[in-house]
Nanobody, 120 residues
């Protein structure tokens, strides 16, 4: 059962913009800390941005000032607006719903991943 559905990846030139979307069920969206991670070839999986239920955000230093995470509670969707993209932003981006703050019986969910390629 697919619980996180991502969209919005693609090919963009350096300096361009993309917006990623991740739709979740209402229950997951209301309970989880939502985030985006990425993994580039030969590199470690890394946090890009997270947003709490209260709307607090945090970002990787490498994307601060260029990326913005937001959520639409009516649509149960979290977005990652990516501006001023650089070739080093090329990676597979994964949506994450972290439910572990609810207790030891809870886990985190992952989307299927969407490819972002920044190249001229």
């Amino acid at each position: 059962q697919v619980q996180l559905v991502e969209s919005g990846g693609g090919l963009v030139q350096p300096g361009g913009s993309l917006r990623l979307s991740c739709a979740a069920s209402e229950r997951i969206f209301s309970l989880a800390v939502m985030g985006w991670y990425r993994q580039a070839p030969g590199k470690q999986h890394e946090l890009v941005a997270r947003i709490t239920n209260g709307g607090r955000t945090n970002y990787a230093d490498s994307v601060k000032g260029r990326f913005a995470i937001s959520k639409d509670t009516a649509m149960n969707t979290v977005y990652l607006q990516m501006n001023s993209l650089k070739p080093e932003d090329t990676a597979v981006y994964f949506c994450n719903a972290d439910l572990r703050t609810l207790g030891p019986d809870f886990t985190e969910l992952w989307g299927q991943g969407t490819q972002v390629t920044v190249s001229s």
